[in-house]
């Protein structure tokens, strides 16, 4: 097996000292299990034992940043050829360099920061990884780095842990005093501003009494949840919770892991799980079946055990900070979520022993655990502390089984179900093609013969039509040859009396040429 990494040491050897404590010994994994191993081989109890205590010159912080791992881990890379298009442009270019000159695996994302014209541009990295996170912090750069001769320098981000300051009167507007502002800032806290909430009768965002703000430290963290912050503005102190998030399962399948929007996966009735029908039309009015954990209580709700897991997961860090630093006594506390169905306040499978216990008494549980495990060198399923959480492995697994089986068979049912439905879903499909293609048919036909009947009626019509302009041309046109005739007749009167006025004027004409003649010749 290769050789754990000295820096992580430390974290696995703490995280299998805590299962112990907590009698979670079959969560130990093969690393942390290597660890004890490597440990009992030296037979060094103190190192062992002092897991749990301050080192020597360590601070506060220190110690918490070597306790918790967090849940995601910012560092800031400051290189003069980060300034370059083929890294300021491509994400992926970044990451492959950063990967290859630090060997860190996961980087969950990098954007480019500061001004690029200036030279003064950085990328801002954020990891989920511890070790990742200290091979970047620590890495030796070489020259080449980012294709540039100047060796790149890091520096670590601060904190952002979500925090609410309670009871803040709506009409407090903080943000206008500087002073108040500042005081919190010295205290550790930023990102100071107004929670609310979108009123969907109202269409639009409501304060609430409580500002939120970040905490740049796990010490700020600690210190601010069991003292509170003071505020100049309100003169008062109040109290300081973490946010916590809230998870909650698909409306549409009761899962969990992703949203009722675009889910398409098989409905499920929220009572009894079946896929028939919905909650609202169940059958089933009392006898009321949990889909995830089979108890007597609808699917999604804070009594399933489920629901109760799915939200312990998402805020696994923050409970465990909160129960170990700040006296929380349970998760449930913490997420303020009633003890599911089939479950105890004391259960250890998944809580943390509320029992206050002195470093002398977890000094004794550690040397007495210590004695025994020196006994016994082998990891196998006979070592005696492990036999009843190997019973209750097997136990688990047998009703695991169980389960799986009867989902195996609720999904051959479903799918029995589903071939029913889509036979009698195509039968339905097929009677309805066939009545749309005879109804179509006879749309053809009644089509057709409506079309001949315009046919003959058109025709009738133009024929009587063109009956009725013959007449009407053939009666104009003796009418027009009577006017004809007629105006003939009135040209030729016409001409015959203008013929007469002529001879009559012409015969007066002589008549006064030959009296005008006479009486010249008499003269």
């Not at 939200?311 to 923050?318: A, D, G, H, Q, S």
Request: aromatic residues 4%; contains cysteine.
């Amino acid at each position: 097996m290769n050789e754990i990494d000295a820096s992580n040491s430390n974290e696995l050897l703490k995280l299998a000292v805590r299962k112990l404590l907590r009698k979670e010994i079959g969560k130990l994994s093969l690393n942390e299990l290597v660890m004890l191993k490597i440990h009992d081989d030296c037979s060094d109890k103190q190192k062992l034992i002092s897991v749990l205590e301050p080192r020597p010159d360590e601070t506060d912080l220190d110690r918490l940043e070597r306790t918790y791992t967090l849940p995601k881990y910012t560092l800031a890379i400051h290189s003069a050829g980060l300034a370059k298009d083929k890294y300021t442009c491509n994400v992926g270019a970044r990451i492959k360099e950063i990967r290859r000159l630090t060997k860190a695996n996961r980087i969950l994302s990098s954007t480019i920061n500061g001004r690029i014209d200036s030279k003064t541009v950085y990328t801002k990295i954020e990891t989920d990884n511890k070790e990742d996170f200290l091979k970047i912090l620590k890495c030796d750069w070489p020259e080449n780095s980012f294709e540039c001769a100047e060796k790149p320098t890091v520096t670590r981000e601060g904190l952002d842990f979500r925090l609410e300051i309670r009871n803040v009167d709506k009409d407090v507007k903080i943000e206008q005093h500087r002073e108040s502002i500042s005081d919190l800032k010295r205290q550790g806290l930023r990102n100071l501003r107004r929670a609310t909430r979108y009123d969907v009768e109202r269409m639009e965002e409501q304060k609430l009494n409580k500002i939120e703000c970040n905490a740049v430290s796990l010490e700020v963290l600690r210190a601010v949840i069991l003292d509170g912050v003071s505020i100049e503005c309100t003169r008062r102190n109040h109290d300081v919770v973490p946010y916590i998030e809230r998870v909650r399962p698909c409306k549409n399948c009761l899962d969990y892991g992703h949203g009722t929007k675009g889910c398409k996966s098989i409905p499920r009735c929220g009572k009894c799980g079946s896929s028939n029908h919905n909650v609202t039309l169940c059958p089933h009015k009392t006898a009321i079946s949990c889909l995830h954990c089979q108890r007597p209580h609808e699917a999604g709700t804070p009594r399933c055990k489920r629901f109760f897991e799915e939200n312990y997961k998402r805020n696994e860090f923050i409970i465990r900070f909160l129960i170990d630093e700040c006296g929380a006594q349970s998760p449930f506390e913490v997420l303020g979520l009633p003890v599911p169905d089939g479950m105890n306040i004391e259960d250890d499978e998944i809580l943390i022993s509320s029992e206050e216990q002195t470093n002398d008494e977890l000094r004794g549980e550690m040397v007495e655990w210590f004695e025994a495990y020196v006994q016994n060198k082998n990891f196998g399923i006979s070592y005696p502390v492990m036999r009843e959480e190997v019973d209750q492995l097997k136990k688990l697994s047998e009703e695991q089984s169980i389960k799986i089986s009867l989902i195996e068979k609720d999904m051959r049912d479903v799918k029995a179900e589903l071939s029913v439905k889509i036979e009698q879903v195509t039968e339905n499909f097929n009677e309805k093609i066939e009545n749309v293609h005879e109804h179509l048919v006879d749309l053809k036909q009644g089509f057709h013969t409506e079309l001949i009947r315009i046919k003959e009626v058109l025709q009738n019509e133009l024929i009587q039509t063109n009956k009725n302009i013959s007449q009407s041309f053939k009666d104009h046109s003796k009418e027009t040859k009577q006017q004809m005739h007629k105006f003939e007749q009135h040209i030729i009167e016409a001409n015959d009396k203008s013929t007469k006025e002529m001879r009559e004027l012409k015969e007066l004409l002589i008549k006064s040429i030959s009296s005008q003649g006479l009486q010249s010749t008499k003269d």
